[in-house]
């Protein structure tokens, strides 16, 4: 790489012979001049052809051979065995076409680590050529090159300046601001585009989701609609994540008819999808039936409905799947043994856990990661073993997250141990200080045990801090819409008479001997 920059200077218009083939490249000592002239050995039994000879026999251009060798590496990961090569390349004066450079810029996309220093040099290179503007192709891959290597505002400028665009650079460049999070350019972007389709709309949808803006995904899903553009598979996988993210069960059954009106009924990607969906929004039964209607079932497919059995709680089926897809010839792999272990946690499985985890490691050998951790630890809290749950926490090879930590210090409000839940704090405050549902928590448990000099503290501790405590909401669906509430929240068009039906709903609990349960701890506590 480092002879990169020199080549940017060599002249582009020199002739020259065939080189070897990138296969079989030139030692330092040895010259093209010397190649050239070697002469034939016509008495030997192997004909001793020089490289011109063969190459005008196969007529094989020599910028695809010396292109075709610098895609293999590129494919390989080799990103730094291609750029010497292609050195090596201009060394010998063979000049590189548009190919040439998309091949690179791809290998500097696909690896952005390396790509980042390669990258610019390569810019550098077409714009002597005058490839980046005039090339399309060229261009497009310099769009996406700069964004996958974080640098959108670069990615930008190369869109610009080119002199013609297609839809194909337009959506990567729409792409690359949705990839860098920046959802409003994009949106600007799209907005440009003189022609939108389905793949435009995809990009910028699947930029919601990733993005965690599952309603504005949806709503743009509704403008797609609208503008009378159909999505293809890839659409629908994408609005089913978001579906089953926020819980949308009538939304996704109309995405599930219009799959199977589209003749879609056996695309796996969708039918994965739709096992997660149900499995989320606790239809286990849908989840099941599309499972056993599929043709074919992958990995995920299994993964989906184990993991989906177990967050429902059908623990011995979820076991039963994970037995069942070995015998059908199907490797468990990291995902598998979390669904697995999640199934055992849900019952207090505790020894059927430890021995699935065993397994994992002994006989698969598949590294835990702290998912998996995460799961020894939520086991142990279910069956109140707290301190064996401690132990995990304290020699998982990892850092531990906010996740495990909460989980355990969930279990230690349910258990009423405060002690536990104050060394627990020792570890959250380092892993989120600023998270404020921790700190609830831990005034909680102290108000929970009548400590409330403890929960006092906590609340000013936040105070201190500057946390604001961020308010909890609910969400239903009604007729495909997503409505949410905050609590005492009266901004709802139809809070009126939301609140009316609260009163009523009340007063026939009252009527059937239903107390709070404040109340009930005062009553009780007078007595």
Request: aromatic share 8%.
């Amino acid at each position: 790489m480092t002879a990169l920059p020199a080549l940017i200077s060599t002249t582009t218009n020199t002739t020259t012979t065939l080189p070897q083939h990138p296969n079989t490249i030139q030692p330092p000592h040895t010259t093209r001049h010397q190649d050239q002239t070697r002469p034939i050995n016509r008495d030997s039994k192997k004909p001793n052809l020089s490289l011109k000879q063969i190459s005008n026999k196969t007529s094989i251009d020599p910028v695809v051979s010396w292109t075709s060798s610098l895609s293999r590496y590129c494919r390989n990961g080799q990103l730094h065995q291609a750029a010497s090569h292609f050195t090596q390349m201009r060394l010998l004066e063979i000049d590189p076409n548009h190919v040439t450079f998309i091949t690179l810029l791809s290998g500097c996309a696909d690896l952005p680590s390396q790509g980042n220093s390669l990258g610019p040099l390569l810019h550098a290179y077409t714009r002597k050529l005058g490839l980046d503007t005039c090339n399309l192709m060229v261009g497009t891959a310099l769009v996406d090159m700069y964004a996958k290597c974080g640098h959108v505002e670069l990615s930008r400028l190369c869109f610009d300046e080119l002199k013609v665009k297609n839809s194909f650079s337009w959506n990567t460049m729409i792409d690359g601001f949705v990839r860098n999070g920046k959802i409003r350019e994009a949106i600007e972007v799209f907005d440009e585009m003189p022609e939108r389709g389905v793949i435009s709309w995809t990009v910028l949808i699947n930029g919601f989701v990733k993005m965690g803006l599952f309603e504005e995904a949806l709503e743009w899903f509704r403008k797609m609609q609208v503008s009378k553009v159909e999505p293809d598979r890839v659409t629908i996988v994408t609005v089913l994540s978001a579906c089953a993210n926020l819980g949308a069960l009538g939304l996704g059954l109309w995405v599930h008819r219009y799959a199977l009106k589209k003749g879609l009924r056996d695309n796996v990607k969708i039918c994965n999808s739709l096992i997660d969906l149900y499995s989320r929004c606790g239809a286990i039964e849908l989840a099941r039936q599309v499972f056993e209607k599929m043709g074919e079932r992958t990995l995920v497919s299994w993964n989906s409905i184990i993991g989906g059995l177990a967050a429902n709680g059908f623990t011995e089926e979820a076991l039963e799947h994970f037995d069942l897809m070995q015998k059908q010839g199907f490797k468990p792999n990291d995902v598998s043994f979390t669904g697995a272990l999640t199934a055992c946690s849900h019952t207090g499985l505790v020894d059927e856990g430890l021995k699935y985890f065993d397994i994992m490691e002994r006989v698969h050998k598949i590294s835990p990661r702290i998912e998996h951790y995460g799961c020894i630890v939520d086991l142990y809290s279910r069956a109140g073993r707290l301190e064996d749950a401690m132990s995990v926490v304290q020699n998982m090879p990892m850092k531990p997250n906010e996740v495990v930590v909460g989980s355990l210090l969930a279990a230690c409000r349910t258990r009423g141990d405060v002690e536990l839940a104050e060394r627990l704090m020792n570890y959250l405050v380092h892993l989120d200080p600023g998270a404020d549902s921790n700190y609830v928590l831990l005034s909680n448990i102290y108000a929970a045990v009548g400590r409330w000099d403890g929960a006092c503290k906590q609340r000013m501790t936040m105070k201190a801090l500057g946390i604001q405590k961020k308010p909890g909401f609910s969400s239903i669906e009604i007729g495909c819409d997503i409505h949410e509430f905050v609590a005492g929240d009266k901004s709802h068009d139809k809070a009126e008479d939301i609140y009316s039906m609260l009163e009523l709903l009340s007063f026939d609990q009252a009527l059937c001997g239903y107390v709070p349960e404040a109340m009930a701890k005062d009553m009780l506590g007078n007595g």
